[in-house]
């Protein structure tokens, strides 16, 4: 499966071979300046595994690194640890990553003579979009490691607006799209996959995974400190809907809520 990240060392090279030449212009490093790394956690409840009907409680990393704007800049929890190879104020793109944690039996019984999902990552690049001082648009396109060989793409836009000096809510619409290396992973049950868990045979295809829509209200306590409130409703549809595993034991609609917290540190370099 490794063969596959050629797709994520694409956009590390595409994109790093255009911030030197635009840094080389200005007779700056490409890495000169003010910069600004977020760090924080959040705690939510959220479906047990992919298709579930049942939630349970964890816990998730929240990273980002970029540079500073001329003002606040819109984050979300949805977006996955990433770094801003390029950043015009309206316009940004770069890496990004994600861990992706391993599945078993042992995370539900529903899983019960289903494939083990490994442990891995998921690499690729991101860009986001503001076409307005209160509207973001992001993708971000990520090539599984090691725990499926798919390609996954995420789609969002949110609104945002203060309805206080120190408290903003954000909401929009969320989509996720993935290739059938993905849904072999997480949704398919193989013949033999099947006499063992009792579900019947399902070979999905690539498509969209899931549409839905999310909010959060966030509280700037300090200048650097932001703790933030949010609830998030997805509904599976193409292969995901289609799978045995969530037809028979599991659910389309999916819920999660939670809360989290990220500080900011302020640097520069030269």
């Keep these: 499966m490794f063969h596959r990240s050629v797709v994520s060392i694409s956009f590390i090279i595409a994109f790093s071979s255009i911030a030197p030449a635009a840094a080389q212009d200005s007779g700056q490093h490409f890495w000169s300046g003010d910069w600004y790394l977020n760090v924080g956690v959040a705690g939510f409840s959220a479906p047990k595994f992919e298709g579930a009907s049942r939630n349970e409680f964890k816990f998730s990393p929240l990273i980002s690194v970029g540079r500073q704007g001329a003002g606040p800049r819109f984050s979300s929890r949805n977006d996955n640890p990433s770094f801003a190879l390029i950043d015009k104020g309206a ?55 090691r725990s499926h060989d798919g390609v996954v793409a995420d789609l969002a836009v949110d609104a945002f607006t203060d309805i206080a000096p120190d408290l903003q809510l954000s909401g929009g619409p969320r989509a996720t799209f993935a290739t059938r290396g993905y849904y072999d992973a997480y949704y398919g049950v193989s013949a033999k996959h099947a006499a063992a868990s009792g579900l019947d045979p399902y070979k999905p295809s690539s498509g969209i995974q899931s549409y839905g829509a999310g909010a959060a209200l966030t509280w700037k306590a300090t200048e650097n400190l932001s703790a933030s409130s949010f ?7 193409g292969p995901a809907a289609d799978s045995s595993l969530v037809r028979e034991r599991g659910s389309k609609n999916q819920v999660l809520i939670g809360v989290s917290a990220t500080y900011k540190f302020s640097f520069s370099l030269q």
């Design 91 to 145: 316009f940004r793109a770069g890496i990004v990553g994600r861990f992706v944690p391993s599945r078993d039996d042992g995370d539900d019984r529903e899983l019960k003579g289903l494939r083990k999902v490994k442990w891995g990552a998921e690499a690729g690049g991101f860009v986001e979009v503001y076409p307005t001082d209160f509207l973001r648009a992001r993708a971000e396109v990520r090539q599984g490691i």
């Design 231 to 237: 609830l998030e409703y997805k509904r599976l549809a």
